[in-house]
């Protein structure tokens, strides 16, 4: 059986869609990442691509995954900001599996 597909998007107000300045007088909110789908799917891998509004200064996507329930993230990659897909390899079968992404200028 294929792996059960939960795809969730990072809240617009959680800290890693933010940047500000060290002495934070400025802080800009980066938009959340859009149109997160499945474009390839077997029995133990699933590529996830997504878009994301040109013309925000970013330093790349953090995509974290949560496998099982109660659902546990854990940042699993960093991508470059030019980069708007990557593959889960090795997952399991029949369990719930989570995918979110979100845009990062550290």
């Not at 890693?16 to 474009?39: A, F, M, T």
Request: proline content about 9%; glycine content about 6%.
């Amino acid at each position: 059986a294929l792996p059960e597909l939960v795809l969730e998007l990072a809240p617009a107000e959680d800290d890693k869609q933010r940047i500000s300045d060290p002495d934070g007088s400025y802080v800009i909110d980066l938009p959340p990442v859009e149109n997160l789908s499945v474009s390839a799917k077997t029995s133990s891998t699933m590529r996830i691509q997504w878009t994301y509004p040109s013309g925000t200064p970013i330093t790349g996507f953090n995509i974290e995954q949560s496998i099982g329930q109660p659902a546990s993230w854990n940042k699993v990659a960093t991508v470059s900001p030019t980069t708007f897909n990557w593959s889960a390899v090795g997952l399991p079968s029949d369990t719930y599996i989570g995918h979110r992404v979100n845009a990062c200028n550290n």
